[in-house]
């Protein structure tokens, strides 16, 4: 089950995509004009940040970013839920204008090890410069190392032609093969596949099935990751097998199983 937490007016368009999604248009943006008015009750920080966290018992993981956008109160509001969710130990995957908000405030998920981000090269790059982390002389491993410990901790996938994931202690590299045309938007279906990762892991967490061995719930966050980058590229190869050119990130939706099953085969 998917909650979509967005902002009024987006709800419309957003719950036609699909049936199954549940649109919630509790955000709300900053004034454009001085006759626009913010600060009624459905639109101060405090009003918006209570309705949303009324959802977060619901939530198994927080996925922040894709389709946000910079407006400087939908940011404050992020920053808040975040807070929120931290308070509950609820995984968080944060990318896009989540990486933003991030960059706005280095110390907001400090220390909080149970969250992924998911950084481009140039998105990257501005997390550094906000740590003061120096990349000179640096392997791309490294540099996600040294940010990761930057920011308290959290897991780290630097998006690239490999895919580079690091905790601040461990480094793992995926090279699983992509499509050769990089969709707009392909950052989005990660960090969905990501969501269900860190979803998965905290049911396993709570003994909703046994596994065939014990894993440490210190690791999940780099399962999950390195899991999601694999899951993610080979839809996409399949996806650019099928349309080419054509190739459009929608249609990696459509080999999202194709891949999870082939990569993870006992788990059926």
């Known amino acids: 089950m998917c909650h979509v937490i967005c902002e009024q007016g987006a709800a419309g368009p957003i719950k036609g995509y699909a049936p199954d999604l549940m649109v919630h248009p509790y955000l709300r943006k900053s004034a454009l004009h001085k006759d626009e008015v913010v600060d009624d009750d459905d639109s101060t920080v405090d009003s918006i940040v209570e309705r949303v966290a009324q959802l977060l018992p619901r939530l198994h ?31 968080i995957v944060v990318d896009a204008d989540g990486l933003y908000a991030l960059q706005r405030d280095p110390q907001l998920l400090a220390r909080y090890p149970n969250c992924i981000i998911t950084p481009n090269i140039n998105e990257f790059k501005r997390l550094c410069e906000a740590t ?25 996938i630097q998006k690239g032609r490999q895919d580079i994931v690091s905790n601040g202690e461990e ?5 699983e093969e992509g499509g050769l045309k990089r969709c707009g938007g392909q950052g989005d279906v990660l960090s969905g596949v990501l969501g269900t990762f860190m ?36 839809a996409s190869r399949k996806a650019f097998e099928k349309f080419r050119r054509a190739t459009m990130t929608v249609n990696l939706l459509d080999f999202i199983q194709v891949a999870y099953e082939e990569l993870f085969p006992d788990t059926f």
């Open 199 to 234: 979803a998965w892991g905290v049911a396993y967490q709570n003994n909703v099935w046994k596994h065939g061995r014990e894993v440490d719930p210190q690791s999940i966050p780099m399962l999950a990751a390195y899991a999601g980058c694999c899951v993610t590229r080979r």
């Open 132 to 156: 003061d982390v120096s990349t000179e002389d640096k392997t791309q491993g490294d540099a996600a190392r040294a940010l990761s410990r930057a920011l308290g901790g959290v897991t780290v």
């Open 171 to 175: 480094i793992l590299v995926c090279e």
């Open 61 to 91: 993981v927080l996925v922040v970013g894709p389709g946000l956008s910079r407006d400087n109160l939908m940011l404050q509001c992020t920053a808040e839920v975040i807070n929120k969710a931290k308070e509950r130990n609820i995984p």
